[in-house]
């Protein structure tokens, strides 16, 4: 049966209908919450203030006594006893003119911060803490054996928004992070700053229920919901489903659990979460109970089967989207407990919009804008802006405006990666909107050492001198956890008004990083890796660099691409990452520190990845010149070298599949289900999504040089090219039959095992390197 609009304007008000269906989602705004619903923090919701037209709003600034104690909680769980019982942190303006200003005062064992807001107050302890020699980063700190010292330091931010978060990040990295993984990764956040944290965990439970609400049945609400590792690009609208299995109900809420927690402590923390708004996607049974125009449906995404992909969408300009849209931001309200001032909307990431007239592109725009409005008058209405570098033949200078005015003056845009497709000065600064300078650089959480950090330098105090209404910066990798000398020295840059020394601030960030090695030594090493793998001049290179040994095994086509998230392109002379390796062997004193070690293990990756690209020259060469015992020789040394990679990477815990698959199993109870939250976590890596043909389109997108991979999945397919190119002429050469093959015999296979428990890691990690750069010194030269 379809409800009318006028019916469903009257259950607005939240009257059963036919005694059975009650649209909760749509209740009036001063209804109280039912009564299982969460009261976050005692915070009041901001959803009742008058309309200000569009008005922006600043990200909040936590100026009570919540957030001093979030941060003298903090201290208990980081810091060591040395420092325990020190600080003392006050919430009050300090004299600047730029934003979150703060200082510190260090005298007689005792330290006073004090800043105009919570995440000033963290970047001020951090700065503290670097004072005394400790840094954090996303694989540990260096707090430990920290003591108190006199200090008298001060700072502020040029950048009002401090941004945090890919959407997709929330899929290739925290996909199956528990509370303690996330409950660190929030004091890191606090600590660095950030203030706008993208928060997406969990929404897929708000959308569940708005559909029940609406009508949906059960059945069609979890039919529509993408498998666990898959919900950004559901949220994207280019998926729904799950290709193995159904997602359960205890997925579901289990993520909204987490997602409260993780919003409490964001707002304790004085941040500003940025929260979903209805983006138009919807499950195509919901026509039958709301009615209204026939749903549109967009084009199959990367050669999907049909049943996951064509997805149902409402145009912004029907009434139906209205409807869904309040719905949707009021069910936020009852299950968090709060509305916010920020809510991302993205219409087209990977689509084409229905039309490019100019007319209908400001009439979304300003549909979009009015529905968030009508549920929270003050809200800024927050892009990604990739549609801009994905799709610019749709929008053009004069589309790009005409959306942009549409959005009207609370739009803030995401620049999204504009340390590699800067799209701000294509659109002329955004024609008046503000916007974000993020950095973005890898796709799929690639892990390859990649950056231009003095290009991209200077690039945001160019956008700084010349970029209008800018108001911020942001890190939006797809995936975190890899480069992190990059990422910090891009969070850094939110804080600096000027060009940052690259030499300098390398100089200070090792001798925080590494404790008690030959910090000369290990000096030298971040020069040579500063001078060579973060100094690519190449301007077609636009991404982290993948390994030819990650890619799907092909007889050409993998050496020195540039432009897409395939790129392989290396920019520097390998021997000098050769010798950073060298250097930081040398400097090993024994004492090891996490994160020296994990440096030490990311960086001998990197060499000895790159040796394989002379081997398998030599492999090709020796089969396109019919000599077959070079070809097998030169294949079981690429076999060889990949396996050794892999007896690497077990030796940290940082590089190990079995920690992304045990967290993904964890989240399930039953053997069941534990079996298919590890196939989600392994699809993903691998084939990612419903591969139906071979070569699939996104076969290795998202793949990693990680223990459990390299040898299970790399090796037997290298091992398998190598093994056909024996008996087949390259005039003979089928690489759709290969592809087939490779998918059938290898990754397949590999992505339905069933792993056990964690082990942890193997192996000494200084002892592997030694025997493979002894090893391999032929392929190094």
Known sequence: MRISLLVLAVAACAK??????????????????????????????????????????????????????????????????????????????????????????????????????????????LEYLRHLGGDIYWSGDTFSDLSYADADLSGSSWAEHRHLFNLVTHSYSLAFYDWAKWEYLLDWAVLHGYNLPLAYTGQEYVYAQVWKDLGVPDEAVLKWVTGPAFHGWSRHGNIHGNWHGTTTWQWLEGQHNLQKQILARQREFGMTPVLPGFCGFVPPELHNYIGGPD?????????????????????????????????????????????????????????????????YLKGIATAVRESIHAVAPNATWIMQGWIFVNDPKSWTETASKAFLDGAGESLLVLDLAAESYPQWKRLKNFFGRRWLWCTLINYGQNDGLYGALDKWNHDIMDAKANGGRLSGMGIVPEGINNNEHLFELATDQGWSSQAIDLK???????????????LDLAQKAWELLDNSVYKSNNTALKCTTRSLIDLRPAVSGLIG?????????????????????????????????????????DVARQVFVNAAIPIYQAMINAWNGSNKADTEKYGRELVGLINDIDRLMATSRHFRLESWVGDARNWAQDAGA????EFQARNQLILWGAATFAPWPLDRYAAKHWHGIMSE?????????????????????????????????????????KSGGVQGPQGDSVAVIRELREKYKQWLQ
């Open 674 to 677: 534990k079996d298919d939250m």
């Open 295 to 359: 749903f549109k449906t967009y084009p199959t995404w990367m050669s999907f089967p049909a049943e996951y992909t064509k997805v149902r969408a409402i145009d912004p300009e029907w009434d139906t989207w209205n409807v869904v849209q309040s719905a949707f931001l009021r069910k936020q309200k009852e299950l968090y407990g709060f509305t916010s001032d920020y809510y991302m909307v993205d219409l087209f990431t990977e689509s084409k919009p229905t039309s490019t007239d100019p007319t």
């Open 16 to 125: 059963p209908f036919g005694g059975q269906l009650r649209f909760r989602g749509l209740e009036d705004e001063t209804a109280p919450a039912v009564s299982n619903a969460p009261v976050i923090n005692n915070i009041p919701s901001n959803a009742n203030r008058p309309a200000t037209n569009g008005t922006v709003t600043s990200p909040a600034a936590n100026s009570g006594a919540q957030g001093t104690a979030a941060l003298d909680a903090l201290v208990k769980r980081r810091l060591p006893a040395s420092l325990q019982g020190k600080f003392t942190f006050v919430t009050a303006p300090v004299q600047s003119n730029e934003h979150d200003a703060w200082t510190v005062k260090a005298s007689g064992g005792k330290v006073t911060i004090t800043s105009t807001s919570t995440p000033g107050l963290g970047r001020a302890l």
């Open 504 to 518: 300098q601030w390398t100089q200070n960030w090792v001798k925080r990083r590494y404790r008690g090695q030959n």
């Open 713 to 753: 999945v790399y090796a037997k397919g290298w091992e398998l090219l190598y093994q056909n190119l024996l008996k087949t002429e390259p005039k003979a050469w089928n690489k759709t039959a290969f592809a087939s093959e490779l998918m059938e015999k290898v990754e397949k296979p590999w992505e339905n095992v």
């Open 561 to 601: 691409t540039t432009g897409n998230y395939l790129a392989t392109a290396i920019t520097y002379e390998p021997r000098d990452v050769v010798a950073a390796l060298d250097n930081l062997l040398q400097s090993w004193s024994g004492a090891g520190g996490q994160q020296f070690d994990y440096d030490l293990v």
